[in-house]
């Protein structure tokens, strides 16, 4: 117990780190030229936040949420996902009153009490945005759009954007009435949950991954054929702004989403690469989160992508190959006598924007040579009995083996002009 992290949860070692870090900066980039602004929310909420946003009914507000009671008896829920919260904030804080759409991006974790499994974890993580304020169907699109480009910057180029339409409040009606009557006449087809789900939330069936549902639902009716004509206008128009710019998508009847909230557009982004959890990234607008909430009626649209997930992706693909961090410098007292020389010159390296390493375990030369060449040194710089009464240092290439006297202060100079560039950066 004590040497091993709860189930479904991850350390992210150092070696790991960077790859993260590289796909934040895309992210943060991707969205900088979309005009998204980042927000970060807490890691929990009151669960009536979820209960109210999510849906009742919904898979992770009724078996998957990480929630307990504080100290003082308040109902608290690990968020599991990141739209509501980001909802409750916009309300909060009237970002309404700003000039819409206020559009927002966040990094966040999520927290799902799920059975874990390739591409399921307890705690996983996710990018997100949610553009608020606007019902234009263009926004859907931009939505799509920035998850697209991002992922296809990444080199990503054979993900597949699947989208639909579930309609607004008044067309789905009439749909949930006719797949109701349609489930209810193949009732003992279906898995046990899905007979559960019929009365309490039918949609949800179609999401079902069991065979013999997937099976049934061939022949169920098709949401698409029962959309009012605003919302077919809208899903037309998204089309249309699709072909034009050029993008690949398919429109797949069966997407509903795990969640509740979503209205008209759902959509979701599919690599082959992920065996059964193959959607990295969902999303979809949601015209009535905001008012459910107790926010000003106010239309939206957003998704949320799995890192984890992507991770997975790029690397079977090896589309993730971070360069091991290097150190510029590496200071080698001959004796411990030179100590304080050393560590001197180490600050002053670092102060000047050069990484600089020195010897902590007392190592012989011999050994700190070796140590400089593992943690990859560029350079290292020898203090002995020479250099201090010379005022010159001795400078060794690692690379090339060349020797170099430099002097004094000139070293800073020096070896930011001849550091090597390209290591740990990555284009
Ligand atoms: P799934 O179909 O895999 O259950 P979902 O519909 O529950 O996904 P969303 O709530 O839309 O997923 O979350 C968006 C993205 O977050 C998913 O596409 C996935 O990449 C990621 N995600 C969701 N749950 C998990 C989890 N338990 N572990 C890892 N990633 C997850
Ligand atoms: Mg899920």
New binding site residues.
């Given amino acids: 117990m004590l040497t091993q992290a709860p189930r479904g949860t991850r350390d992210i070692l150092p070696e790991e780190a960077g790859k993260w870090v590289f796909l934040e900066n895309k992210f943060r980039e991707i969205c900088r030229r979309f005009s998204y602004k980042e927000i970060r929310t807490p890691v929990f909420e009151h669960t009536e936040l979820f209960q109210r946003g999510v849906g009742e009914t919904t898979?992770?507000v009724e078996k998957e949420m990480y929630t307990f009671l504080d100290k003082s008896g308040r109902s608290i829920t690990l968020k599991?996902?990141g739209t509501a919260p980001t909802a409750r904030a916009y309300i909060e804080h009237k970002l309404y009153t700003q000039t819409l759409p206020v559009k927002l991006f966040y990094i966040i974790p999520?927290f799902?009490y799920?059975r874990p499994q390739a591409?399921?974890?307890?705690e996983?993580h996710?990018f997100g945005i949610e553009a608020f304020g606007s019902e234009s169907p263009h926004i859907d699109v931009e939505v799509m759009l920035l998850a697209v480009s991002f992922l296809k910057n990444l080199g990503l180029d054979d993900i597949k954007l699947h989208i639909n339409s579930i309609g607004c409040e008044t067309c789905r009606s009439d749909y949930v009435k006719a797949l109701k009557d349609f489930l209810g006449e193949s009732r003992q087809n279906l898995c046990d949950t899905c007979r559960s789900r019929l009365d309490r939330n039918p949609l949800r069936v179609l999401?079902c991954k069991n065979p013999d549902c997937q099976r049934t639902l061939k022949e169920a009716p098709a949401v698409l054929d029962f959309l009012c004509e605003k919302c077919k206008t809208h899903f037309e128009t998204i089309k249309n702004d699709l072909s034009l710019l050029k993008i690949d998508y398919k429109v797949d009847p069966r997407i509903v989403?795990?969640?509740d909230y979503y209205t008209r557009t759902v959509f979701?982004i599919i690599s082959d690469d992920l065996g059964a959890?193959s959607?990295?990234?969902?999303?979809g607008r949601y015209d009535n989160l905001v008012q459910e909430c107790g926010g000003p009626t106010t239309p939206a649209a957003g998704?949320?992508?799995?890192i984890?997930?992507?991770i997975t992706i790029l690397e079977k693909k090896n589309l993730l190959k971070i360069p091991e961090e290097k150190v510029d410098v590496y200071i080698a007292p001959l004796t411990e006598e030179y100590g304080n020389t050393a560590l001197r010159l180490l600050y002053r390296f670092r102060e000047n924007g050069i990484s600089a390493e020195t010897d902590y375990l007392k190592r012989s030369l011999k050994a700190q040579m070796k140590y400089a060449d593992k943690i990859m040194a560029q350079f290292v710089v020898l203090i002995g009995e020479e250099e201090e009464s010379s005022g010159f240092y001795t400078v060794k290439d690692l690379a090339t083996g060349q020797q170099q006297k430099v002097a004094g202060d000139k070293i800073f100079e020096y070896i930011s002009n001849n550091i090597r560039k390209g290591c740990g950066e990555v284009e």
Avoid: A, S, Y
Avoid at 119 to 122: D, E, F, Q
């Fill in positions: 898979d992770i599991p996902e999520g799902r799920e591409g399921r974890l307890r996983f996710q999401d989403r795990g969640l979701e959890q959607t990295v990234c969902g999303g998704f949320g992508m799995g984890e997930r992507l």
